[in-house]
């Protein structure tokens, strides 16, 4: 993703949710400093190597759907996972991550 000037390139950066642009292999190609924090993943790492299993084929789907369809996605980090809502841009390839860890432990509560 190019930028037109600096000040587009500081927005990015300090957004308060993830953005992500991928390859056709879903090898990460750009990542804003939300989206590197929160999944830990690193530029040509693939996103599927930190999808939990069970929402493997979620995410699958959502990157062959229309822009503006969302997925709850599980992100798995060793013993732990956190749970994101990604929304499938305007942009090709481009995803906007959200967490939603704690709305998933809060809904777990009140079963």
């Known amino acids: 993703m190019a930028f037109?000037?600096?000040?587009?390139?500081?927005?990015?950066d300090h957004l308060p949710v993830g953005l992500l642009t991928l390859n056709s292999?879903?090898?990460v190609i750009k990542a804003?400093?939300?989206a590197t924090q929160f999944l830990q993943?690193?530029?040509?790492?693939?996103l599927t190597?930190?999808?939990?299993?069970?929402?493997l084929d979620d995410f699958k789907s959502l990157m062959t759907s229309q822009p503006g369809q969302s997925a709850e996605i599980q992100i798995k980090h060793g013993d732990n996972s956190?749970?994101?809502?990604?929304?499938?841009?305007?942009?090709?390839?481009?995803?906007?991550?959200?967490?939603?860890?704690e709305l998933v432990a809060l809904g777990r509560q009140l079963k």
């Open 82 to 101: 956190h749970y994101s809502r990604m929304t499938l841009a305007d942009i090709e390839n481009t995803l906007i991550v959200e967490d939603i860890s």
């Open 49 to 55: 190597e930190i999808l939990h299993p069970d929402t």
């Open 25 to 27: 292999d879903f090898n």
């Open 32 to 34: 804003n400093a939300f």
């Open 41 to 46: 993943i690193v530029p040509d790492q693939p």
């Open 4 to 12: 037109p000037n600096q000040f587009d390139s500081i927005l990015f």
